[in-house]
């Protein structure tokens, strides 16, 4: 069983699913900026999706970090992407989560993190 593809494959459906939502359902109830914001958390999502997958394909050139790569890129979409799901949707309803504000940048320095995991290990 191929980790990286499943979550890879699994954070790129939803990432279709909550594009298509913010799109479509969303864009009545978002404001511009709102709307702006969700579209970057799908596109996180879905960069780091495919690289995800990209790495599935690849684990033979992953020799040290891959454990790390993995837990880095995986928590910074779900850190990233998803609090800013949750500002966007919040604000919406004028119930902003306001705790999910600082999660947003630890998610960004996590999928930081995975590609500078990937770029060391080009190394050993």
């Excluded at 990432?15 to 958390?41: C, M, P, R, V, Y």
Aim: a positive charge; glycine letters at 10%; aromatic letters at 16%.
């Amino acid at each position: 069983m191929n980790t990286f593809i499943i979550t890879g494959a699994l954070f790129g459906a939803f990432g279709i699913i909550f594009g298509a939502f913010g799109a479509h359902a969303l864009k009545k109830i978002f404001s511009e900026d709102q709307l702006k914001n969700f579209e970057t958390g799908v596109k996180y999502q879905m960069y780091h999706a495919i690289l995800l997958v990209l790495i599935g394909f690849n684990l033979d050139q992953i020799s040290k970090y891959h454990q790390a790569i993995y837990y880095s890129l995986t928590i910074g979409i779900l850190f990233f992407s998803f609090s800013i799901y949750g500002l966007c949707i919040s604000s919406a309803l004028n119930r902003k989560l306001k705790f999910l504000g600082p999660i947003t940048p630890i998610g960004g320095l996590m999928l930081l993190l995975g590609w500078i995991l990937l770029f060391l290990n080009a190394f050993a």
